[in-house]
């Protein structure tokens, strides 16, 4: 039976937990809390069964073998990032394409497709590459915003790029399979790298003051990477891509276990390339302190979920979403707005945590793909970080480049992110309608 006013209460009290700043984590549980208090009836003793249901959830969580794949590939991340293999191939690439007009913004949507391999979270590679490749672009008498939103925008292939934390989540939360869902991403990554790409380079030949106007056509001699230097990197990403990826794909062994080889590679790539034990144990604890709240929060997620279920308020939506008499696309536009409003206030995981495991079923109900869905899902809440006025990812930009050109505004860079936004809407809308773009591979190879 659904009660309404409990719903509602748990609803807003979330939503205002969050405006006024509370951690996400913390108020999940304490909305999980009030929730199970006003559900049993204002019984004090309710408490005892938040208790209870949490040590469950986190006893779930710290035994379950899925969840360790987050902290190993960001531990992988880590330690491929620290050893400077993704400027080398950067800054190899930007060589590479010298005789290319806008040269330098392509070289930076393709090397945030590789970073985002590294990281799996967008907002790392937003602030990584805003001072890898804008000073550069800035050198080059780059338009300020177009720099800037090339940078933001291609930041969000970080959740389309296997091994995106976006998609292990999602995994975990509906319970489909993360190597499944790896596989679904490739494609979209690199249908958007690909539009990507012909917009900058339609934007260098149309309006070439926005690329500098060809002052890049000379690649001086400090971005000469060594060509040594250079293919060593690349070999080395390659190899931790192909034996992680591969692995997982063809069954040899499980996403965790590819996490954990995909560890190994990236520390010996990293000592390879010249880490320290000292860098290695601050890669270490620098993971430790990013994927503890990570976890912590899938926790107080699953508490939340189960809260909601005892109020009925998710059957209550999907009966909603099917009962409305709206198209199936209609739908899916409804769960695109929410989730482009959720992005201008929280970030990726959280949304997710709070409607993957709503809106997925109801998809599947609809006729869609579980597997299409959880891409045109993470594409949306991807888009949602660029959605202004509050877009987390444009934020992150400006914040990383504060200390570089502390005189940009927000908002040139949100127009400047704008055209990268329309474009992943394409993406999505492709998606919807040709399905097969994100299925084709988990069909042939699974």
Not at 193 to 214: D, I, R, W
Request: net charge neutral.
């Amino acid at each position: 039976m659904f009660d309404v006013s409990t719903a509602i209460i748990l609803i807003v009290s979330l939503v205002g937990l969050v405006v006024i700043g509370v951690h996400i984590a913390i108020a999940l549980g304490m909305t999980s809390a009030l929730g199970i208090w006003l559900v049993t009836g204002q019984d004090w003793n309710a408490f005892n069964t938040v208790k209870v249901m949490l040590a469950a959830k986190a006893y779930e969580g710290i035994r379950d073998y899925v969840f360790a794949v987050i902290p190993l590939f960001m531990l992988m991340g880590e330690f491929i990032g620290k050893s400077g293999a993704i400027t080398d191939v950067y800054r190899g690439i930007n060589s590479m394409l010298s005789k290319l007009p806008g040269r330098l913004a392509i070289a930076t949507v393709f090397g945030n497709a590789l970073f985002s391999f590294v990281t799996g979270v967008s907002i790392a590679s937003a602030a990584a590459f805003s001072r890898i490749a804008y000073p550069e672009m800035k050198r080059h008498g780059y338009h300020k915003g177009f720099a800037l939103g090339t940078v933001a925008g291609s930041s969000c292939l970080g959740m389309l790029i296997p091994p995106s934390v976006l998609m292990i989540v999602w995994g975990i939360l509906t319970e489909n399979s993360i190597g499944k869902i790896f596989l679904a991403g490739v494609l979209p990554g690199l249908l958007l790298t690909t539009l990507f790409c012909t917009y900058v380079l339609g934007m260098a030949l149309f309006k070439p003051e926005a690329v500098g106007s060809g002052s890049e056509s000379n690649v001086e001699a400090e971005e000469i990477v060594p060509r040594k230097q250079f293919y060593t990197s690349l070999a080395g990403i390659v190899i931790v891509v192909v034996a992680v990826l591969g692995g997982i794909w063809f069954g040899l062994f499980s996403p965790t276990e590819g996490a954990g080889v995909g560890a190994l590679l990236g520390l010996v790539l990293g000592v390879i390339k010249g880490m320290r034990y000292k860098e290695i144990i601050d890669s270490i604890l620098s993971v430790g302190r990013t994927s503890g709240p990570i976890l912590l929060l899938l926790v107080t997620a699953a508490l939340y979920s189960n809260t909601l279920a005892m109020t009925g308020l998710a059957n209550a939506i999907e009966s909603l979403f099917l009962e409305s008499g709206m198209p199936s696309w209609a739908i899916i536009g409804v769960m695109v707005f929410i989730w482009f409003l959720l992005g201008m206030i929280i970030d990726s995981i959280s949304i997710m945590l709070l409607t993957a495991a709503i809106f997925a079923p109801i998809a599947v109900k609809l006729g869609y793909d579980p597997i299409a869905f959880a891409i045109i899902g993470i594409i949306a809440i991807e888009a949602g970080l660029l959605t202004p006025p509050f877009g987390l990812l444009v934020y992150t930009v400006k914040s990383a480049i504060t200390s570089i050109d502390p005189d940009v505004n927000v908002m040139t860079i949100f127009k400047s992110a704008t055209p990268y936004w329309i474009i992943m809407l394409i993406g999505m809308v492709l998606i919807i309608t040709f399905p097969e773009i994100a299925t084709y591979l988990p069909r042939v190879l699974f």
